[in-house]
């Protein structure tokens, strides 16, 4: 089979021929890949800089940890791969599938699940978002930034503040549902002021943050208290694009309500997994199907991946491979 294949990590992926997996046990089945997403979690595994990444091999990984396929029944579902999934045929777990519905297109399926992941795990399970809440998305310009804009907003967040550097992409999130928009790229005194501002008129309840460095180190700063009552902020950390480390005052913690956690692979519970698959990504597809939930994907050749592997996205878009 055809597959997109790391050597070395660092390296550029290579399309090359490759063995077809073989499936290793009951809870394992193999299928026939359509669409997948190339989305920093594929990459940061693949180039070994993500927490969960396996050991290189000498004899090559198939990369890709997710995507649309079809069963050998023809059903389409949305699985995890238990072998790489950038390749024509896949092994999935049996348990982890969502079968798709008829509306929603195989390259927006293959993008939406890694986002909803990374939105809905933090609003529900990490912040237990709830109607009413006011909620600040710090990064929220990205392709996960948008798709947690709109999630927020369907759980009955009663504000959604969306931080972000580029402007259109900033812009475009007032159409996706954002109420109030702060751009990163002003003066850390302006935007310090702008989000003292709006803590004063309507406390934060959450924030999802997509960025860490030194945006969160402000937003962090800005909950600052004087040693009174304060209102109960969740933060959830969910990525890293502006670094991985920061620097927080003891007393900053100390002097604010704060719940600090974090979401990803390693942070939920079986139960909340169980619940992703039954519950949630169902959900999103069926509202991605009927317009009410919105991504905009670029579809691009399995057989370019080289040349595709560091391509800038713009916009909040996400690559997807079709194949
Ligand atoms: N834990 C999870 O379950 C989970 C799930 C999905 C994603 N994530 C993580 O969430 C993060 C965002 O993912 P994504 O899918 O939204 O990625 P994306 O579509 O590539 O967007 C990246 C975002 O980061 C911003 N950015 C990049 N470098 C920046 C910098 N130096 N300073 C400020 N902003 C910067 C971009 O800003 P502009 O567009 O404004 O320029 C854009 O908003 C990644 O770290 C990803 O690994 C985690």
């Not at 594929?42 to 069963?71: F, M």
Request: hydrophobic residues 45%; charged residues 20%.
């Amino acid at each position: 089979m055809k597959a997109a294949v790391m050597y070395q990590k660092g390296e550029l992926p290579q399309y090359v021929d490759f063995p077809e997996p073989v499936a290793q046990n009951n809870d394992e089945i193999l299928v026939t890949v359509k669409a997948v997403a190339l989305k920093h979690f594929d990459k940061g595994r693949a180039t070994g800089k993500h927490y969960s990444s396996d050991a290189p091999k000498e004899s090559g990984r198939v990369i890709g940890g997710d995507g649309v396929c079809l069963l050998a029944n023809g059903t389409r579902v949305y699985g995890m791969g238990i072998s790489g999934m950038l390749a024509q045929r896949a092994t999935i777990e049996k348990h982890r599938i969502v079968k798709l519905p008829a509306g929603i297109s195989d390259a927006t399926a293959a993008a939406l699940a890694n986002a909803v992941i990374g939105a809905a795990m933090g609003l529900r399970f990490k912040a237990n978002i709830k109607p009413g809440d006011v909620v600040l998305i710090n990064g929220a310009t990205g392709f996960t930034g948008r798709v947690a804009v709109q999630i927020a907003k369907h759980y009955g967040a009663k504000k959604v503040i969306a931080t972000g550097r580029n402007q259109q992409s900033l812009l475009d999130t007032l159409t996706l549902g954002a109420d109030e928009i702060i751009t990163i790229e002003q003066s850390d005194e302006n935007f310090a002021a702008q989000l003292k501002d709006i803590q004063a008129a309507s406390p934060i309840d959450i924030i999802i943050d997509y960025l860490w460095g030194h945006t969160a180190e402000m937003i962090l700063a800005s909950l600052m208290g004087k040693g009174s009552f304060t209102h109960k902020t969740r933060f959830v950390s969910v990525g890293s694009m502006s670094g991985d480390l920061i620097q927080l005052s003891a007393a900053n913690m100390r002097s604010v309500d704060l719940q600090l956690t974090g979401s990803g692979l390693g942070s939920w519970s079986k139960d909340e997994v169980r619940t992703l698959f039954s519950e949630i990504l169902p959900e999103m597809f069926q509202l991605a199907a009927d317009g009410k939930l919105k991504v905009e994907t670029i579809e691009v050749k399995l057989e370019d991946i080289a040349t595709l592997w560091n391509r800038d996205v713009p916009n909040g878009q996400r690559l997807v491979v079709t194949i």
